[in-house]
């Protein structure tokens, strides 16, 4: 398995650019921030308001320098605007695991198709440049939207932790967790996404 954090990838596609975040996206992400805090509704962390966005930026910049996390900004070529983040994390070397998510989009890039384009860069990526066998995701189990989002592009459920974590509101939730494995990117995952990214 190779370093994602020596790889330092930036992926693209005709569609969408993630290259690593940086302190200077501020200004980037704030019209988000500033009015669209509904989008971190469901979130472990919001940055929805200046304060709460320096705050995520700097925290994801400083776990990309500590190679804990690998913190993408997502850029849509097609709009030719900054259009939210994602990000692998808990990277586990010795097992060949990571997890994907802290994903958000903007309502105007919502069930536009990016969100495919951005998962079919970041799970090739995954899967067949650094040498993942697993990919996991998680989302509160009551997010609808994110939920059938995952398992659209392929992601099987494998259950939910009950009462699991506390959320930016202050409550706790339930977290659902599914996962794709390489063989099934490699079985047909990946063809199904290909097809309806076209």
């Keep these: 398995m190779k370093d994602i954090f ?3 990838p930036v992926l693209e596609n005709d569609r969408v650019l993630l290259r690593p975040i940086e302190e200077s996206d501020f200004d980037n992400l704030l019209s988000f921030s500033l009015n669209e805090p509904e989008i971190w509704k469901y979130g472990l962390v919001t940055a929805a308001g200046e304060e ?5 930026i700097t925290t994801a910049v400083k776990n990309l320098n500590e190679q804990k996390e690998y913190p993408f900004i997502v850029f849509d070529k ?3 605007r900054y259009a939210g983040s994602t990000r692998f994390y808990d990277v586990q070397h010795a097992f060949r695991t990571t997890q994907l998510g802290y994903t958000w989009y903007g309502k105007d890039f919502q069930r536009t198709g990016l969100n495919r384009h951005c998962k079919l860069l970041l799970l090739t990526f995954a899967f067949e440049e650094w040498g993942l066998e697993r990919v996991e995701f998680r989302a509160d189990a009551n997010n609808a939207r994110s939920v059938a989002a995952m398992k659209a592009i392929g992601c ?3 259950g939910i932790l009950r009462n699991h ?5 202050g409550g706790r939730r339930d977290s659902i967790i599914l996962s794709i494995l390489k063989t ?3 079985g047909g995952v990946k063809k199904k996404l290909e097809q309806i990214t076209i």
Excluded: R
């Design 6 to 8: 020596q790889l330092q």
């Design 165 to 169: 974590m506390t959320t930016a509101s």
């Design 156 to 158: 099987v459920e494998e």
């Design 184 to 186: 099934e990117w490699l």
């Design 52 to 56: 709460n966005l320096k705050h995520y």
């Design 78 to 80: 097609q709009a030719n």
